[in-house]
């Protein structure tokens, strides 16, 4: 199903025109902003220089610190008086970014949201619960406004009171969620408990933090959904940047209204299809504030053209933010992928640390990991055994060898909020 047929299977010259033809007119709506007119002017880049869609890297990248620098309104193109909604995202440190939309930039937003809710299998005869916060983070407000384009019976439930939540999936025979993915879980955790079946769900689309396969095999199976990851980041309107199809392998990101660069994070090269790297993304339809390769710190990597679906680019799921990137021998390690390595293994626990030092030159990369008690025997060659396995299945995903350390459950650190299990002790640590 197709909301927008045309422009999601737009292909080779066809597409390629579209993009420089937005490119350019992207320049020119930068150029009122007064940090994009004096970069582009440093850099000596016009809309004219660009004749084809590679011509992008002439042009500097933008960083959340520069649209930190420009708070609160420096990045917007257009009058305050043009500008219909302000949203923001919360920052960890100090103020934070505020983005602009014009009536135009809301129904751009909109019409992706329809897109991918479409692409889903979703219609208007679906009811759609929309459990996330309603305020100043875009998730609510951009799939409500999506929803509704499509016709669906939206019911804004919002976040909070988990057991009114079920009471109103049941009763109003909701087929559709939208949520976090661990707020999913903590949803079929209540149901549980409250010996409820939600079985009129149909379609879960779970968003706003990276989540696994293993994670999305046991929505399925305890929501009883087709479970679809959605990526989206306010700075670019918010969710709908990117969205699965229903081959779920890999997310379409919608060609015609983003351009896509993946980036190795340390040097800014470009890198090819099939390579992990950073996320770049120049909006192509914004007017209250267009961004110029906008470097979202989101690790994922461009997949070959040729989906079932016949829609164009996709990327693959995010695994990590750039700034957790570790080089070790010259290869990219996510603490991501460690942990979903480890989610895998029953022998061991959810708890990790990872120690990078350098040995005679070499990098070498430990990992410790608590032991579950209920599948180790206590002997010593089932501790080998245990031991053997993990490496091998690091090794497996990783293409990396490294040490790995079985400890007593309970004995490494927790953490709330932000996790930090990586220690670099390497003198050169980047
Ligand atoms: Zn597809």
Redesign the pocket.
């Known amino acids: 199903m197709f909301w927008d047929k045309t422009n999601e299977t737009l292909k080779g010259k066809k597409l390629e025109a579209l993009q420089v033809r937005r490119l350019k007119q992207t320049i020119r709506q930068s150029q009122h902003v007064g940090f994009y007119k004096k970069r582009l002017t440093q850099a000596h880049v016009r809309p004219e220089d660009i004749k084809r869609p590679d011509d992008i890297q002439k042009i500097p990248f933008t960083r959340k610190q520069d649209l930190r620098d420009g708070y609160p309104f420096g990045f917007f193109a257009v009058p305050l008086k043009k500008v219909v909604r302000i949203h923001t995202t919360s920052g960890t440190t100090g103020k934070p970014t505020v983005v602009g939309y014009t009536r135009n930039d809301l129904d751009t937003w909109a019409e992706l949201i329809a897109r991918n809710m479409t692409?889903a299998g979703v219609t208007e005869n679906d009811v759609f619960q929309n459990m996330v916060n309603y305020g100043m983070f875009t998730g609510g407000l951009g799939f409500h406004y999506g929803a509704e384009k499509i016709g669906m019976t939206v019911i804004p439930s919002a976040t909070g009171n988990t057991k009114r939540q079920i009471e109103m999936i049941k009763d109003f025979g909701v087929t559709t969620i939208h949520c976090t993915p661990s707020y999913a879980m903590h949803l079929s955790e209540v149901a549980e408990e409250m010996h409820t079946s939600l079985d009129s769900l149909k379609t879960g689309i779970f968003g706003a933090e990276p989540w696994s396969e293993t994670m999305r095999s046991s929505l399925e199976e305890r929501l009883g959904v087709t479970a679809f990851d959605s990526y989206g980041l306010s700075e670019l309107f918010g969710p709908g940047v990117a969205f699965?199809?229903?081959?779920r392998?890999?997310l379409?990101i919608w060609h015609d209204i983003y351009f896509v660069e993946i980036i190795n994070p340390k040097t800014g090269e470009q890198l090819g299809d099939g390579e992990r790297g950073e996320l770049v993304i120049t909006p192509l339809k914004k007017e209250a504030m267009p961004l110029l390769r906008y470097r979202t710190g989101d690790i994922t990597m461009k997949m070959e053209d040729g989906?079932?679906?016949?829609?164009g680019q996709?990327i693959g799921r995010i695994t990590g933010r750039s700034d957790d990137m570790l080089v070790i021998r010259g290869i990219n390690v996510f603490p991501s992928q460690i942990e979903h390595v480890l989610l895998k293994i029953p022998e061991v626990g959810n708890q990790f640390m990872v120690y990078v030092d350098k040995v005679n030159h070499l990098d070498e990369m430990t990992v410790d990991v608590e032991i579950n008690r209920d599948y180790f025997s206590g002997e010593l060659a089932d501790l080998a055994r245990i031991q053997k396995k993990v490496v091998q299945e690091l090794h497996d995903a990783l293409e990396l060898r490294t040490t790995v350390k079985l400890v007593e459950p309970g004995s490494l650190p927790r953490f709330e909020g932000k996790a930090k299990r990586v220690v670099d002790r390497r003198g050169d640590a980047i």
């Open positions: 692409m699965e199809c229903p081959e392998d890999g379409h989906c079932l679906c016949s829609r996709k």
